[in-house]
């Protein structure tokens, strides 16, 4: 059974900077596709990044370019996301995704979810 299990958020004034891990079990996920999306309060869910199982396709939000970094390390089953000079606007619910195929970029199982908050 899939399972992904992001760590990693918390409080962080304005300016700073957190990582996110994703941590996935059930499979091995090397010839997978990873994504990374957020909730913000009052909105949809919404693509921030994501990574193919190679890496040699990365995509981002044009709101998080330049600031966010997306990353895997197969050998861990695991994908994180270098978040730096974050803003207020990047408050929200974080969460990991992965494809039911390889090669697929239709993300099917979710993690539960990780808080980032940025005070000003």
Partial sequence: ??????SGGGLVQAGGS??????????????Y???WFRQR?????????GISWSESNIEYADSVKG?????????????YL?????????T????????NYPRSYRYTYWGQ???VTVSS
């Fill in 1 to 6: 059974q899939v399972q992904l299990v992001e």
């Fill in 18 to 31: 957190l990582r996110l891990s994703c941590a996935a079990s059930g499979r091995t996920f090397s010839t």
């Fill in 33 to 35: 596709a990873m994504g």
């Fill in 41 to 49: 309060p009052g909105k949809e869910r919404e693509f921030v990044a």
């Fill in 67 to 79: 600031r966010f970094t997306i990353s895997r390390d197969n050998a861990k089953n695991t994908m």
């Fill in 82 to 90: 270098q978040m730096n000079r974050l803003k207020p606007e990047d």
């Fill in 92 to 99: 929200a619910v974080y969460y990991c995704a992965v494809p």
């Fill in 113 to 115: 979810g990780t808080q």
